[in-house]
T-cell receptor, first 116, second 113 residues
Framework: EAQVTQNPRYLITVTGKKLTVTCSQN?????MSWYRQDPGLGLRQIYY???????DKGDVPEGYKVSRKEKRNFPLILESPSPNQTSLYFC???????????????FGPGTRLLVL | EDQVTQSPEALRLQEGESSSLNCSYT??????LFWYRQDPGKGPEFLFT???AGEEKEKERLKATLTKKESFLHITAPKPEDSATYLC??????????????FGAGTRLAVHP
């Protein structure tokens, strides 16, 4: 089954304790992205990756890091989490988005993070 | 600045009561407009992609339309299982040919029996 998986699904942590949220896709997609979703603000892009070893900042990258060492995996790293990073996080993937038309992004189930 | 606005924020319907959700956008270089459905605690689920003004797509009780400034998601004779948050996203061009999605805040739809 084609899917995007995220782990963990729920996480409670304390300020300053480094954490990693994993994301994996089995569709051989080049493009992967991380979003956070907050009430009233919609989904906002944190980082995206066009392919292995190619990553770039989205709209709200502060406090986050990513890496893309393998095509299928795109982990999100919070090196020193703060309470304002409490949110619902989604990973997404798609075939490469070419100029001239969109490719559908497929989303993971989400990771709900609480930073105390 | 690229922006997507959805209205209303929340909508309550009786079963069978048809209505429309609105998505208005300002974006340079629109490459596509997407509609997603999101159930509580789950990731967005793809519904439609629209590329050009005048285009329409249908799926069961849902029909999406696109103009140069906005898109509508029409829900005909809704059922309680249509209750969800509906998200609109536009795909805009970036320098270098790369695209990104800009999401609206969503419309929470509740359909009551």
């Amino acid at each position: 089954e084609a899917q995007v998986t995220q782990n963990p699904r729920y996480l409670i942590t304390v300020t300053g304790k480094k954490l990693t949220v994993t994301c994996s896709q089995n569709m051989n997609h080049e493009y992967m992205s991380w979003y956070r979703q907050d009430p009233g603000l919609g989904l906002r892009q944190i980082y995206y990756s066009m392919n292995v070893e190619v990553t770039d900042k989205g709209d709200v990258p502060e406090g986050y890091k990513v890496s893309r060492k393998e095509k299928r995996n795109f982990p999100l790293i919070l090196e020193s989490p703060s309470p304002n990073q409490t949110s619902l996080y989604f990973c997404a993937s798609s075939s490469i988005l070419r100029t001239g038309g969109g490719e559908t992004q497929y989303f993971g189930p989400g990771t709900r993070l609480l930073v105390l | 600045e690229d922006q997507v606005t959805q209205s209303p924020e929340a909508l309550r319907l009786q079963e069978g009561e048809s209505s429309s959700l609105n998505c208005s956008y300002t974006v340079s270089g629109l490459r596509g407009l997407f509609w997603y459905r999101q159930d509580p605690g789950k990731g967005p689920e793809f519904l439609f992609t629209l590329y050009s003004a005048g285009e329409e797509k249908e799926k069961e009780r849902l029909k999406a339309t696109l103009t140069k400034k906005e898109s509508f998601l029409h829900i005909t004779a809704p059922k309680p299982e249509d209750s969800a948050t509906y998200l609109c996203a536009v795909q805009a061009s970036l320098s270098g040919g790369y695209n990104k999605l800009i999401f609206g805040a969503g419309t929470r739809l509740a359909v009551h029996p």
